[in-house]
C-alpha cells in the first residue's frame, strides 16, 4: 500500500514568493494535518483538516493556509516567503479526526527560501 | 516553558547497550502519547503509543507513561546501529493536534 505521498520533495523559492506544498494521505484516510519542522527541532502542528473542514489551527501567522480536497488530499499554501519559512513540511493522515496515535507521516518537503 | 520537553543529546551508546529516552511535559489533559524515530531526510515513523499511565513492550522497545510525574520513558534494549536516528516524543488530547518534544539524537556504534 502507498503510504501518504508528499510533492514536491524539496523546493528553493525567494522571500515574498508564494508556494503550494501537496499531499495525498493514505487511501481510506480522512484526516490530514500538516507540520512544521525547523531543523534541530520538533515538529509543529499547522493543521488539521478532517472531511474537508478545518479542526485545528496551530499557532501560525494568515500567510500560511491549507484545504482539503474531495479525494481528501491536501495544499498547504504559504504567502509573503520569509526566510524563517525554511523548513521540512510534514503531512501526516489519519483514519479519523481524534485518534492521535493513528498518524502516519509522510517524507516531507524541504523548503529552502532565500 | 515548552508543552513538552526533551533533552535533544546527542547520545551515544555501545553496541547492545540499554537506552533510556525521556520527556516531561506541563499539560495534565495530556491522553495519548507516542514515541516516534525519524531518520536522516526522512518523516518520523511511529515507534510506540500508549494511552494514559502504564507500561507497554513492543520486541525490544518499552514505553512508560507515569502520568502523576508527567514524565514518559522509551527504553531500548540490545540497541543496534541500525537505531541511530532522532527519537521524538509526542503527545495529544482527544484531537488529532501532536505535540512534540525536540527530539534526542542517538547514535549506536559498532
Same mark, same amino acid.
Given at each position: ?10 523546493? %528553493?523559492?525567494?522571500? $515574498? ?8 494521505? %493514505? ?18 502542528? %499547522? ?8 479542526? $485545528? ?40 479526526? $481524534? ?16 | 516553558?515548552? /508543552?513538552? /520537553?526533551? @533533552? ?36 518520523? /515513523?511511529?515507534?510506540?503509543? !500508549? ?6 513492550? @513492543? ?26 536516528? !532522532?527519537?521524538?516524543?509526542?503527545? !495529544? ?13 542517538? !547514535?549506536?556504534?559498532?
Amino acid at each position: 500500500d502507498a503510504g501518504v505521498t508528499q510533492s514536491p520533495t524539496h523546493l %528553493i523559492k525567494t522571500r $515574498g514568493q508564494h508556494v503550494t506544498l501537496r499531499c495525498s494521505p %493514505i487511501s481510506g484516510h480522512k484526516s490530514v494535518s500538516w507540520y512544521q519542522q525547523v531543523l534541530g527541532q520538533g515538529p509543529q502542528f %499547522i493543521f488539521q483538516y478532517y472531511e474537508k473542514e478545518e479542526r $485545528g489551527r496551530g499557532n501560525f501567522p494568515d500567510r500560511f493556509s491549507a484545504r482539503q480536497f474531495p479525494n481528501y488530499s491536501s495544499e498547504l499554501n504559504v504567502n509573503a516567503l520569509l526566510l524563517g519559512d525554511s523548513a521540512l513540511y510534514l503531512c501526516a493522515s489519519s483514519p479519523g479526526s $481524534g485518534e492521535g496515535y493513528g498518524y502516519t507521516f509522510g517524507s516531507g518537503t524541504r523548503l529552502t527560501v532565500v | 516553558q515548552k /508543552e513538552v /520537553e526533551q @533533552d535533544p543529546g546527542p547520545l551515544s551508546v555501545p553496541e547492545g547497550a540499554i537506552v533510556s529516552l525521556n520527556c516531561t511535559y506541563s499539560n495534565s489533559a495530556f491522553q495519548y502519547f507516542m514515541w516516534y524515530r525519524q531518520y536522516s531526510r526522512k518523516g518520523p /515513523e511511529l515507534l510506540m503509543y !500508549t494511552y494514559s499511565s502504564g507500561n507497554k513492550e @513492543d520486541g525490544r522497545f518499552t514505553a512508560q507513561v507515569d502520568k502523576s510525574s508527567k514524565y514518559i520513558s522509551l527504553f531500548i534494549r540490545d540497541s543496534q546501529p541500525s537505531d541511530s536516528a !532522532t527519537y521524538l516524543c509526542a503527545m !495529544t488530547l482527544s484531537y488529532g493536534k501532536l505535540t512534540f518534544g525536540q527530539g534526542t539524537i542517538l !547514535t549506536v556504534h559498532p
